[in-house]
């Protein structure tokens, strides 16, 4: 299961981010933020374009998490404009864990938390997380 944080900021800079060779959707400029503020702390993977965006990995606690990233923005709109992101958060499982429904993910998650949390403490409104 993964979960969906939805975020709005101005804080991302989507006018310098690398064209998304598969579909034009921005997204990369917040986890490369992210890769940058917590340099040191969590290791995050570079970011990967995908068809619905951009991702990355992150070991958290000794478990691998997926991070995906979009935005709606399109070229053309205001890129210092306070825009709506979507974060997703997805628990790496092995076929074991998923087939005995070990390992599942949770609001309460750690690293989800951890996210949530941090981008409060950045001034980042977080509008919901479904």
């Not at 997926?66 to 974060?87: C, H, I, R």
Request: aromatic residues 14%; glycine residues 6%.
């Amino acid at each position: 299961m993964q979960f969906a944080v939805t975020l709005k900021s101005s804080k991302f800079d989507v006018s310098q981010e690398d064209d998304n060779p598969i579909n034009p959707i921005y997204g990369q400029s917040l986890l490369q933020w992210l890769r940058k503020h917590l340099s040191g702390k969590l290791k995050i993977s570079e970011p990967e374009a995908e068809d619905w965006g951009w991702y990355s990995f992150v070991d958290f606690e000794g478990r691998s998490y997926m991070l995906g990233s979009t935005v709606f923005y399109e070229k053309g709109d205001d890129p210092n404009a306070e825009l709506e992101w979507v974060f997703q958060v997805e628990k790496q499982r092995s076929l074991k864990e998923k087939l005995l429904g070990r390992q599942k993910m949770t609001l309460e998650d750690g690293c989800l938390q951890f996210f949530n949390n941090l981008f409060e403490e950045q001034g980042i409104t977080v509008v919901s997380i479904d």
